[in-house]
């Protein structure tokens, strides 16, 4: 196909994060820089930022066969983008800004790789082709790897990174084999050509059927979806705080997104035993994710099964997929991001700069109040929001997917939905009672005196007021994510 310039203003979010990867390693490999690096970084993800402005005038537009740049994909560019200048700023506190304390190894090339798999997952939701999501969800992918096992002088760190890859590989495998038994039975690799393929037949061939199970299953790898969950805990424990920040939200929401647009253009993929498959999944990570997480002691881990558990709420709007289901799940997703990128950053501050381990025992936490009563009050809002309380972001997005469930008369679903964040609340509120006890004499470790008046400390008291108020006022959130729907490109 001819590319004209739309088509380059419609690719222009991804172009310029292509160029900043390339601008950042030049400059790596002219001088060592820490802040030179971190302020190359934030400068081309806000340039790719603003780019989605001008690419919104342009969509819906197909750019050749693997991608196609519409409103939905915007959206979702827009929170990786703003997912990962959160978690670089998070990075250059963590990794400390001189020579003598901080992070003893090579600092800059953190940076690029969480450029290289923001791209990743930027390709990733505006993947229209089997192709097209393959090459995406492996630049996710790979970078990561080396992203948590950043730390390797820390086995923890260097087990989480090994235990991702296996994983993580073993997906790929999964996906790769049902794309092909998929294309055996469709002939097209592009979603809507099986899409109309499947639809032709009336019901899934047993073929298409066992195709789309085992792309599944790849899929929930990287979600983390019960059965598929086994690494979660132990990465998010193991990586470095704002690495599992990043794997928390801009790499699932990638994931999610991809998910969404595949099984929206072809509705005969999830229907039938898909459906039934997608029910039990989702039903199993809410209950699975939030009593694994009650018997937890360590802060990441329990937000790793958390994460288990809100990616099964997720399905059910999945499973619905009418009415009000994609304006759910684009609710409950920004909402989860900025609630998750809150709670990592409390840890990330707690933790910095790095010094061998991270702050992610509760014990570290309590008493947080007395010391340090304005970083406790963020992750108290955090804890509330992933709670879903009244007047926190988290509550919207969950009020969707009850209403969704309703809807669409999923009742054991939406049940499971009511059972599972009522055990949630329980360890949400320990880790917030912990925050507010006397504290006893044990060592303790603590954000600097001066964190909100640091990067990272203002980004986080901004993520934390954002979750107040679209608590309070959700119009402009719901206004955004009801012009990002599907459409057909022009």
């Known amino acids: 196909m001819d590319l004209t310039i739309q088509h380059f203003i419609a690719l222009a979010p991804l172009l310029i994060t292509s160029a900043t990867v390339v601008v950042v390693m030049l400059a790596i490999a002219w001088r060592r820089n820490h802040s030179q690096t971190f302020l190359l970084t934030c400068a081309g993800l806000n340039l790719a930022l603003l780019s989605i402005l001008p690419a919104l005038k342009v969509t819906p537009i197909s750019v050749t066969m693997l991608l196609q740049v519409d409103n939905f994909a915007a959206l979702y560019m827009a929170l990786i983008l703003v997912a990962t200048l959160a978690c670089v700023t998070l990075a250059h506190a963590y990794l400390g800004e001189g020579s003598g304390a901080g992070f003893p190894g090579n600092r800059e090339e953190l940076y690029l790789l969480i450029l290289m798999s923001a791209l990743g997952g930027m390709v990733l939701v505006c993947a229209q082709h089997l192709a097209g999501l393959f090459i995406g969800l492996e630049l996710l992918s790979i970078p990561v790897y080396g992203l948590v096992a950043y730390a390797f002088f820390n086995k923890r760190s260097l087990e989480g990174g090994i235990k991702y890859m296996v994983l993580s590989a073993a997906g790929s495998g999964f996906l790769l084999f049902g794309m092909a038994l998929l294309y055996a039975d469709a002939g097209t690799l592009t979603f809507g050509g099986i899409g109309q393929a499947l639809e032709a037949t009336g019901m899934p061939s047993l073929l298409a059927q066992l195709g789309l199970g085992m792309m599944l299953v790849g899929l929930a790898f990287k979600l983390s979806l019960v059965p598929f969950h086994l690494w979660t805990p132990d990465v998010y424990e193991g990586a470095p705080a704002p690495v599992a920040a990043f794997l928390a939200t801009a790499s699932k929401v990638a ?11 072809s509705p ?8 039934d498959v997608l029910s039990i999944i989702a039903v199993l990570s809410i209950l699975v994710g939030n009593l694994l ?3 937890q002691s360590n802060i990441k881990r329990i937000l790793g099964f958390s994460s288990i558990a809100h990616f099964g709420y997720l399905i059910i709007a999945l499973v619905a997929s009418k009415g009000l289901a994609l304006e759910a799940i684009g609710v409950y997703l920004v909402t989860y991001v900025l609630t998750s990128l809150g709670a990592f950053g409390v840890i990330t501050l707690m933790s910095s700069p790095y010094s061998g381990r991270d702050a992610d025992a509760l014990y570290e936490y309590r008493g947080l109040f007395w010391r340090r009563p304005y970083l406790t009050a963020v992750l108290t809002v955090m804890m509330l929001s992933l709670a879903g309380i ?3 972001a ?8 009850i209403a969704t469930g309703v809807e669409s008369h999923q009742w054991w679903l939406t049940g499971a939905l009511v059972i599972g964040s009522a055990i949630g609340v329980f360890y ?6 912990t925050l507010y006890l006397m504290e006893k004499s044990l060592r303790r470790r603590d954000a600097p005196f001066n964190w909100e008046q640091r990067t990272g400390g203002v980004m986080l008291l901004a993520i934390a007021i954002l979750v107040f108020v679209l608590g309070v006022y959700p119009q402009p959130l719901l206004d955004l994510v009801h012009h990002a729907g599907f459409q057909l490109p022009g």
């Open 255 to 265: 994931v999610f997104a991809v998910l969404v647009r595949l099984f929206q253009l």
């Open 268 to 275: 005969a993929a999830s229907s039938g035993a898909m459906n």
């Open 293 to 295: 997480a009650v018997v």
């Open 390 to 392: 009244p007047l926190t």
């Open 394 to 401: 988290g509550f919207i997005g969950k009020f969707y997917i």
């Open 428 to 433: 949400y509120l320990r880790v917030m009672v």
